[in-house]
């Protein structure tokens, strides 16, 4: 599932080459930052096992891990301009499943992100959206998700933990990967990113 996962983004972002992504090359200069919640921060992991940890290792970028467990959007719009300063020349943008477990309005939780992602390709940054499903049976956000990535032109990773979420093996909790869980997290990303790196 994994796999077949991240073979339909490769597909659906690169398609025949016709994409256009927002800041590609990007601008800005400074270091790649990870930004979100506790998917990010690495809950459920031993120290040094979290995704950015370990995506770094993959594709030889540091990575700055910005991750604040509970995080909400609303929450992380306060840290934006925190971020903005370090000039990030990639940002790792993963939030949204606090909201969804807080059952916080869609729309509210969209349009922060659209907020997020404005004010970071503003100051020329290369944004990559990272999906998490929402809390429901149907996942109400992965239309939102996707509307959102083709309207600010963003590299979109849909719901990060599909493969995982479920999967005894890749979990430390019924909500947050483990040790095993967060690498495959970062071998999938490492595979989306990868056919980008020579420009970022």
Not at 58 to 84: C, D, F, H, M, Y
Not at 119 to 148: N, W
Request: aromatic share 8%; proline share 7%.
């Amino acid at each position: 599932m994994l796999i077949a996962g991240t073979t339909a983004a490769i597909f659906l972002f690169r398609g025949c080459g016709k994409t256009t992504f927002t800041n590609l090359p990007p601008r800005a200069s400074g270091p790649w930052v990870a930004f979100g919640d506790s998917l990010t921060a690495g809950y459920g992991a031993a120290p040094g096992n979290d995704y950015p940890s370990a995506l770094s290792k993959k594709i030889g970028r540091p990575i700055l891990n910005r991750g604040v467990s509970g995080a909400t959007t609303q929450s992380s719009l306060s840290r934006v301009e925190e971020i903005v300063r370090l000039q990030p020349r990639v940002v790792l943008l993963c939030l949204g499943g606090n909201d969804g477990l807080q059952q916080l309005p869609v729309s509210t939780t969209f349009g922060n992100l659209s907020t997020m992602i404005d004010r970071f390709q503003e100051s020329g940054s290369f944004v990559v959206l990272i999906g998490v499903r929402g809390a429901s049976v149907s996942d109400r956000y992965a239309s939102p998700f996707k509307k959102l990535a083709k309207e600010k032109q963003v590299l979109f990773v849909p719901n990060i933990l599909g493969g995982v979420l479920g999967s005894p093996s890749f979990m430390s909790d019924y909500i947050h990967p483990n040790d095993e869980g967060y690498e495959a997290i970062a071998q999938r990303l490492e595979t989306i990113l990868t056919p980008f790196l020579p420009e970022l």
